[in-house]
């Protein structure tokens, strides 16, 4: 079962308003592929939901059209969508077993008794709940019902899973093996999946692509990698990973390169992939394991700053800085055996590549 | 404390492979959660317990008083305690009345029962058996202190009323002499405690088991139309945004804020022959003026006045079941491929189940003990059968009767209660 067999997925133009003031949704143009895991990451409030309900089918869209399999399905009810669902608060029918709750997109499908059995037990085993069938919801922790709320997506055979925030309601161990698990799941029938979330860990570690949301844009729409390593704006950079940001001017742009006058005076260099030409303000990004203790004189950057505070968390070492005029400045030496010589109050030279530090958009 | 103390410590365990837990000091452990939780509770009910007694006194007291009036007898053997002693030894078979000596003590009750004026009381008990004892009684007592005690007693008994002769009379008074009396109830369903055994009334007579019926028959009835009405207004409650459903939630209890006459009233004027209704239907032809509706003093009058009355008990709980059922259920349903009446009928209404019960129970229980609305609209064929017991008690004041048939009442919902418990699960009930 490795072959895709998942849907493809084109949002056109879509908007979407709740009380005709405000859109909630502003131009949303996205295109999944058959098959893709596709997580919709962003801060609370930012229209993710919204839109995973207009493609489930219970919001209509205010402007625009939803594609599936390149059929418009903006009039389609959400029961003949055919697409699987898992709720944040699982939604698993109380007053039914498990076994039932399986069943029941069978029924309502009227498939046979055999087949819906047969069916119900290859799922409840991909969840290994194999005997679980006959309990309630409520007889089963927050993760069984999680997997069994999964299983209850996918046991119909659906070609696209929408996810809304299912992991939310687990404490941080759980949740960080069922996200391998529903990984796996992925993997092994090929689904197309749309997950949402608001955990950027989990939106790293699960996905094929990772759609940023912010104020019902999306910011970037990139592999995990990408969105780490590349971020096209300083909203992405602040929101992926942690990030050191630093205020100032554009001097001078050359290619991909450009120099960046802080406002402390400090001259930077650094990789230029928002920036609106010399004289703009922008924010540099830096990521704060790529900032280096160990300098020397090649380094495109090399600045002094002062150590505030330090933190020793076993692999790595939390290392709160000054460093032009920016106190919340964070570098992490990673833990390698040999202590290093630092000391609160003291005034070191750190260094970092030009192709480590984005000139972004300027943050006010 | 120290009974559960010995038993347990007396009985160690014999057999060693399931070693009872103990606590550090050797205690059982369960002995030792026992007390614990004993502690709790006592405090609990110390807390409580001046609430308690108020309804001891109040409440359950009041009940058991009542419902020991239905089997009370104690007026016969009270006020002629010679007499009852003295028929113990007459055979009601013989065909005779009683001898010289009956009649003997009959008067020296009588005089201490007319200082006493305690003979009429017994007169009118005694007439719910037989008719004219009361006047019979009052008669006697009136000439009972001029009687001549040298003379024989029978004779003159005889004379102020030929009924002394007769042995009917004294078949009652002998069958109604035990303190305690299973006749009000037998009255209750129809039935007659008579010399010969316990029989059914004559079919003229019988009243009551018929009213029980219809009591249920109405109760369910009205229970069933206010489910009908008060589902959907219960759901939109439920489904509406906040400020819809506010205004709503004020219009379902705004009945609360008038007079239960008013609205009752209301209903008379609306539904009479020459009512609202009536001539709007008139008006527009659909029935002729001959032959105008009859919807009130009837059955209908009881059921649709009950209804509107109820509805409220039916929508609130029905409501605060339906407020806690999360909108994410019918969608998982419709996004799991049911259509809008599959995702409302195998997902939503289960749901609803334990607000349904509760309402039904709430409205059936409320409705089968009603009475001034089936007294005001309900005519003769609308009326319950706590009209009948109202009517003993503040009319014919047979409260004997009334307790007999207010026990018969709770025994039915009792019953019922049982019913719904075996078939539903009283746990499945959820009043808010
Ligand atoms: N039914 C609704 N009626 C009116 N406004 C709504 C409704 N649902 C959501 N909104 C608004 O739309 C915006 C986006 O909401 P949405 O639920 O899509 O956010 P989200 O990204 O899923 O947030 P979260 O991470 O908190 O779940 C919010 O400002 C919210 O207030
Ligand atoms: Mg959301």
Known sequence: MTESRGAAVRYENVQKSYDGETLVVKNLNLDIPPGEFLTMLGPSGSGKTTCLMMLAGFEPATHGEIFLNDSPINNV??????????????????????????????????????????????????VELGGFGSRRPAQLSGGQQQRVAVARALVFDPELVLMDEPLGALDKQLREQMQYEIKHIHENIGVSIVYVTHDQTEALTMSDRVAVFNDGVIQQLSTPDELYENPQNSFVAQFIGENNKLSGTVTEVSGTDCKVRLDDGTELA????????????????????????????????????????????????????????????????????????LRTGQTVEIGWAASDCKALDAVA | ?????????????????????TTRDGIPLKVSLMRALRREKMRAMLLI???????????????????????????????????????????????????????????????????????????????YEASGMSSLFRKTGRRAGRMDEAEPFKAQFIDIDDKWGEIDT??????????????????????????????????????????????????????????????????????????????????????????????????????????????FLVWTGIVSDAGRLVMINNQTGTIIAMTHILLPFMILPLYSVMKTI??????????????????????????????????SILVFILSIGYYITPELVGGTSGIFISNRIAYHISSSLNWGLAAALGVLLLAAVLLLFYVYDKIVGIDNVKLG
């Open chain 2, 49 to 127: 317990a001046p609430l308690l007694l108020f309804i001891l006194l109040t409440f359950a007291a009041p009940i058991a008083d009542m419902l020991f009036r239905s089997v009370e007898n104690g007026i016969v053997s009270n006020t002629l305690p010679r007499t009852v002693e003295a028929l113990a030894d007459w055979d009601e078979t013989s065909g005779e009345a009683p001898g010289e000596p009956v009649f003997a003590a009959l008067h020296a009750d009588l005089l201490i029962a007319t200082e006493k004026k305690t003979h009429t009381r017994l007169g009118s008990r005694l007439n």
């Open chain 1, 77 to 126: 009810p959400p029961h003949k969508r055919g697409i699987g669902m898992v709720f944040q608060n699982y939604a698993l029918f109380p007053h039914m077993s498990v076994a039932e709750n399986l069943a029941f997109p069978l029924q309502v499908r009227g498939m046979g008794k055999a087949e819906q059995e047969e069916k119900v037990k290859r799922a409840l085993d991909m």
């Open chain 2, 170 to 279: 004294w078949q009652v008074l002998k069958t109604f002499s035990p303190p305690l009396t299973s006749g009000y109830f037998l009255n209750a369903v129809d039935m007659e405690l008579t010399p010969g055994g316990i029989e059914m009334k004559p079919e003229s007579e019988r009243v009551y088991l018929f009213l029980f019926a219809r009591t249920l028959f109405l109760s369910l009835t009205i229970m069933g139309c206010c489910l009908l009405l008060g589902y959907p207004v219960a759901y939109l409650l439920a489904a509406l945004p906040a400020r819809t459903s506010n205004l709503l939630m004020i219009l379902v209890l705004l009945p609360f804020w008038t007079s239960l006459l008013v609205r009752t009233s209301a209903w008379k004027v609306l539904l009479q022959q020459q009512g609202v209704i009536n001539d």
């Open chain 2, 326 to 359: 999360s909108p994410s259920y019918v969608r998982a349903a419709k996004s799991l491929g049911a259509t809008d009446w599959t995702a409302f009928w195998r997902v939503y209404f289960p749901q609803t189940v334990p607000g349904i019960g509760a309402g």
């Open chain 2, 1 to 21: 404390m120290t009974t559960t103390d010995t038993v347990s410590a007396a009985a160690p365990p014999a057999d060693p492979p399931p070693q009872p837990l």
């Open chain 1, 270 to 341: 650094a990789e230029a992939v928002n920036i609106e030409g010399v004289g703009s303000r922008t924010t540099i990004s830096l990521r704060p394991e790529r900032v280096e203790f160990d300098t020397d004189q090649s380094m495109d950057n090399l600045v002094k700053g002062s150590i505030e505070e330090m933190i020793y968390l076993g692999d790595h070492i939390r290392v709160r800085m000054n460093v032009a005029g920016n106190t919340e400045f964070i570098v992490k030496v990673r833990n390698r055996g040999q202590r290093r010589d």
